[in-house]
């Protein structure tokens, strides 16, 4: 569990990293209350957006190992690639966690109407592991960690609008509201709108497996093992 | 006059530059289409569609972000890599400087001209008064730039300064209550009205519309002014850091 | 991008195509989200046989998910191309056309899935053949790669041989000589000169006289002898630098200007037969391809090498390439420790350089 160690020490180490994973979630608690949408505070809606954020900023730390190097002498060393990535995505799982609890709990102390906080809690866990399976596979595609970052960053705009976070899907045109539904970002909406109306918890579950496929699919496209 | 042969150099970095490109034309061209069609139909109080409004908040949101390739410039040319070839040239650093800002701003404006060209042309938006718009634009970009090298001055991690004018862009966007309503109080009343340049620009677009000539100058000026006492910090700032 | 000549990169182009045109046409017809999870599961699918070589019966299992979304969804219908695709491809073609059974009681249209359906088995099989046909010509050309390594090191070893076999020959030749002289010339000289010794102490001049006679008689048959076995050992066929004179003194066709300086006896046996064979080569080359009306050749021998030059004054542009009677000098010259280098820019030269062993022929 060396590398796991370390992979949590390291996300931590860098300072817009800390900002990223301590100082946004808390703010994202203390936003206010949308007036007739969306239905959870805006911080909880746009909580999803900041799990993107967060899970492309822990993936490049792994496309950082990749251009400086690193992943080639860990090829050498007796640490297979599968243990190299598991310890890795533990890690950062294990941050995103954190996170989420931080974020659902914090608001329920803090008095926030969050209606159901243990299905939302586990909402945004599932939705944190698609995000890092998605960062994961992105990577996999870029050499640099800047430029993979910024062309990350205007497809996260995108991939959110169109997902109907941060617009009600229900004013989408028809085939808008079709194509949405190819996005993480939708299940995800649903999802927090599910946390508010929500009667079925079958409805809730498909949601979250949906949510899970995603990450498989990422996850078994993003851990090629490409040395440079 | 030898920094003129250096501006076609510096124009063509800064067009090859393709995550620029990508960034400040390619994803305001991809958001205003969608926002185009999600919007279609739908109008404000004042009855204007509400998918022109957008095009215009998108245009001038873009422009707070242009400063990043100036910015990138001059560190790299006067600060590290470049910097000893840059000095050994028999010009003046100073005005190298300055033709780097313009081409960033001309670059810039050009930019959103583009976007205007494209909204109109493609997704018929209206644009009031072109000229007004493209003056609101050039000191957007130029207020970008001037804010964006403060940064690189004052700052002593390059880092640090990238990430400040991304919060620089990101801050007034959220600032002018685009993704969420701001709690009201004096500061964030200031911040949401005229101490926030994407709200004056805005303000200045849609006083020109309405034809309030006196309003329109007002909340131009007020920018006018920010730029001029920002670039008296610049400078002062620009010679400490390279004297 | 040695990628894109990969046959397999268009085969999971092909996967992944596949999987557009189910969002697509999920888009188009329905776009309820039950159905988008048959194309989610199948998606898991081909990024598994994208990243892995699954086995055959694994299409059973994308068989199996489409088989469960039939009551739900016409696009379950379309992703049979799948299974289709993937058995054509590991050569079950005829398995495949069980899918084609599904055509008699689809919800979608029948027409459009046949030929959808036929397009996937004719694009397998293609991937197929090509994909066997690469595998084919790989192992033939490795064989062939490993037919030439091994030609060429018997090559050298020959060449070794070779060698070896010269150097025994010459000792075997020593030894022979070394025991004629033996035989034949060391007993009577030995006698003759042990009798001179003893007419020193003799008293009676008439046993004198006969001793003398004697040591005459011994004299001239070993001289007789010397003269038998030098005469026997003589080779009559020509050797080392006299064999290079007489070609060159055989080779009417242009005038050769013949030069040659050092020691050429040091030099053993094994490595005339390569020179003869740069000088027959570049002469044979001259009167084939050149246009010179002049040829020098040098032979230069010192006590660590033996260089042999061959310049002509020809001016035909000659072709870049080594010929490969050229090229087997030049491997025969590197088995030696040599080389055999040309240059083309002032006429046609030829250098051939062969280091000579510590003490020469006398090894």
Redesign the interface.
């Known amino acids: 569990m060396t590398i796991f160690k370390f992979a949590l020490k390291r996300s931590f180490s860098n300072?817009?990293n800390l900002i990223f994973l301590t100082l946004f979630p808390i703010a994202c608690i203390f936003?206010?209350n949308?007036?007739d949408w969306p239905f959870l505070p805006?911080g909880y809606q746009?909580f999803g957006i900041l799990i993107l954020f967060v899970g492309i900023r822990l993936a490049t730390i792994i496309l950082e190992d990749r251009e400086k190097g690193v992943v080639k002498r860990l090829a050498v060393a007796p640490i297979s690639h599968f243990q190299y990535l598991s310890q890795n995505l533990l890690a950062y799982s294990v941050i995103l966690i954190l996170q989420c609890i931080l974020v659902v709990f914090g608001g329920v102390l803090y008095g926030q109407e969050l209606y159901q906080p243990g299905w939302l809690l586990f909402l945004f866990v599932s939705f944190s592991f698609a995000s890092l399976a998605i960062a994961l596979a992105w990577i996999s595609i870029y050499r640099k960690k800047d430029?993979s970052f910024?062309?990350y960053?205007?497809l996260i705009?995108?991939v959110i609008?169109?997902g109907g976070l941060?617009?009600p899907i229900e004013?989408?045109?028809d085939?808008?509201?079709?194509?949405a539904?190819?996005f993480p970002t939708f299940w995800l909406a649903e999802g927090l709108n599910w946390i508010v109306f929500g009667e079925n918890i079958l409805d809730f579950l498909?949601i979250n497996?949906?949510l899970w496929?995603?990450t498989?699919?990422f996850i078994?496209?993003g851990?090629?093992r490409k040395i440079y | 006059m030898r920094v003129l042969s250096t501006i076609k150099f510096t124009v063509l970095r800064m067009v090859r530059n393709y995550?620029v490109l990508?960034?400040l034309l390619?994803?305001p061209i991809?958001?205003i289409t969608?926002?185009s069609?999600?919007?279609?139909g739908?109008t404000t109080e004042t009855g204007v569609p509400l998918r022109d409004e957008n095009a215009m908040q998108m245009v001038l949101v873009f422009q707070l972000f242009g400063g990043s390739i100036v910015m990138y410039m001059i560190y790299n040319d006067l600060f590290t890599e470049n910097k000893m070839r840059i000095y050994s040239l028999p010009f003046n650093q100073t005005m190298y400087a300055f033709s780097i800002m313009l081409c960033g701003a001309v670059y810039s404006i050009l930019l959103g001209v583009i976007l205007m060209v494209y909204a109109q042309l493609v997704l018929g938006v209206v644009w009031g008064n072109w000229v007004w718009t493209i003056y609101i634009i050039s000191l957007m970009a130029i207020l970008s730039i001037i804010v964006c090298l403060i940064f690189t001055f004052s700052v002593k991690k390059y880092?640090?300064a990238e990430?400040l004018s991304e919060v620089y862009g990101v801050g007034f966007v959220l600032l002018a209550g685009f993704?969420?309503?701001m709690?009201e109080n004096a500061f964030f009343d200031f911040f949401g009205t005229y101490g926030n340049p994407l709200t004056l620009s805005i303000g200045a677009v849609h006083e020109m519309d309405q034809s309030n000539l006196g309003e329109a100058w007002f909340q131009a000026n007020i920018l006018l002014g920010a730029i001029i006492i920002l670039f008296m910090v610049m400078l002062i700032l620009g010679r400490r850091r390279m004297g | 991008m040695k990628m894109i000549k990969e046959p397999m990169f268009f085969v999971n182009v092909w996967r992944f195509l596949m999987i557009g045109v189910l969002?697509h046409l999920w888009?188009m017809e329905e776009?309820t989200?039950n159905s988008?999870?048959l194309i989610?599961?199948l998606?898991?699918m081909t990024?598994?046989r994208?990243?892995f070589a699954l086995p055959v019966w694994s299409v059973l299992v994308d068989a199996f998910i489409c088989f469960l979304f039939f009551p739900y969804t016409a696009i379950s219908y379309y992703g049979l191309a799948v299974p289709i695709f993937e058995l054509t491809i590991k050569g079950r073609a005829v398995f495949s056309l069980l899918f084609f059974i599904s055509l008699f009681f689809t919800s979608a249209s029948p027409n459009l899935l046949f030929w959808f359906f036929l397009q996937a088995l004719f694009f397998g099989l293609f991937s197929y053949l090509t994909l066997k046909n690469q595998k084919v010509n790989k192992l033939e050309a490795d064989e062939q790669r490993k037919a030439r390594y091994e030609l060429e090191r018997i090559k050298i070893d020959l060449l070794e041989a070779n060698q070896s076999v010269s150097q025994q020959a010459g000792l075997m030749e020593r030894y022979r000589i070394s025991r004629e002289l033996h035989d034949h010339l060391g007993h009577d000289l030995t006698g003759a000169s042990l009798a001179l010794q003893a007419y020193e102490y003799i008293q009676d001049p008439h046993e004198a006289d006969k001793l003398l006679e004697e040591v005459k008689n011994r004299l001239e048959r070993s001289t007789k002898s010397l003269r038998e076995t030098v005469h026997n050992m003589t080779p009559t066929t020509l050797m080392g630098v006299e064999n290079l004179e007489y070609i060159i003194n055989n080779y009417y066709q242009i005038d050769i200007d013949w030069k040659k300086s050092g020691d050429t006896l040091q030099v053993p046996a094994y490595m005339w037969s390569l020179l003869e064979a740069c000088l027959k080569e570049a002469l044979t080359n001259v009167v084939r391809h050149s246009n010179a009306t002049k040829i020098e050749v040098d032979l230069h021998v010192t006590g660590t090498i033996a260089r042999l030059s061959i310049q002509d004054n020809g001016t035909v542009p000659n072709q870049n390439q080594t010929g490969s009677g050229l090229r087997s000098l030049q491997m025969r010259a590197r088995s030696l420790g040599g080389s055999v280098s040309i240059n083309r820019d002032n006429g046609f030269l030829l250098v051939c350089v062969i280091p000579m062993e510590k003490g020469g022929a006398d090894k």
């Not at chain 1, 085939?175 to 194509?179: A, D, M, Q, S, V």
């Not at chain 2, 069609?37 to 279609?40: A, E, G, P, Q, R």
């Open positions: 300072t817009t936003l206010p949308g007036e805006y746009y430029v910024l062309v960053m205007s705009f995108i609008i169109l941060m617009i004013i989408f045109p085939l808008l509201k079709r194509i539904i190819i498909l497996g949906v496929l995603y498989i699919i078994i496209i851990s090629t | 995550i990508l960034l390619v994803v991809l958001l969608f926002f069609y999600i919007l279609s739908v880092k640090i990430r993704f969420f309503p709690p | 969002i888009i776009a989200t988008f999870i989610l599961l998606m898991i990024s598994l994208w990243r």
